[in-house]
């Protein structure tokens, strides 16, 4: 019979995150997109539509494409996106591509609302205000 190790107490949320490298973890994601949108330049705009760069892991260059033929398109294409990944600096062998949906894209975020009567005037004022204290 095995044991189970006695529960511990819930830790606050921030000392999770603080405790974990959350902070490496977003510059990595960072540096994927913008490895993935300097890689999606050299595709042909239709093919680019259809695959999406999802990670770079082992020398290997790793897309999802919506089906089986736009991966084979991108297969055809990989000596292009090799020699792409070599100019960015990244040092890749082979281009990986898997089949399946593509992430819905983020939604625009909605416009802000216009501030009440009350907070334009307030913020008139601190214009106004700073504007005649400035240097």
Do not use: C
């Not at 062998?93 to 894209?105: D, F, H, R, S, Y």
Request: net charge positive; charged share 20%.
């Amino acid at each position: 019979m095995s044991r189970s190790a006695p529960p511990t107490a819930p830790r606050p949320l921030a000392d999770i995150v603080l405790s974990s490298d959350v902070g490496g973890l977003a510059a990595h994601a960072g540096r994927l997109a913008e490895l993935g949108a300097r890689l999606d330049r050299v595709l042909p705009s239709a093919l680019g539509a259809q695959v999406r760069f999802i990670n770079l892991r082992d020398r290997k260059l790793v897309f999802l494409a919506t089906s089986p033929a736009w991966a084979t398109r991108l297969r055809y294409l990989q000596g292009l996106v090799l020699e792409a990944a070599r100019q960015l600096g990244v040092d890749a062998e082979v281009v990986v591509v898997k089949v399946g949906a593509l992430p819905a894209p983020e939604p625009a975020p909605e416009p802000a609302a216009p501030p009440s009567e009350s907070a334009a005037r307030h913020l008139a004022l601190a214009a106004r205000i700073l504007g005649r204290s400035g240097p």
